[in-house]
């Protein structure tokens, strides 16, 4: 338990005495930030639901794949 107390404060130290490095850690996180956004809202948009509205055309899409999975076996 000490040891991991020991990681912990060196890692707090750190960066309780950063100054450009608080800066530098700040755009890092906003850019990850708008990068996540960006790839959900505009790239990751497409699910099942959102796809395929009625029933039909869900079970369409599913038989369609499965027959589709065992004639390439």
Do not use: P, R
Not at 29 to 45: C, M, R, T
């Amino acid at each position: 338990m000490n040891i991991i107390k020991q990681i912990y404060l060196f890692y707090f130290e750190g960066f309780k005495n950063m100054t450009i490095g608080k800066t530098l850690w700040k755009i890092v996180v906003l850019k990850l930030l708008v990068i996540l956004v960006f790839l959900k809202f505009f790239i990751h948009d497409k699910t099942f639901k959102s796809e395929y509205l009625s029933t039909e055309a869900k079970s369409d899409f599913v038989s369609a794949n499965l027959i589709k999975g065992k004639s390439n076996d």
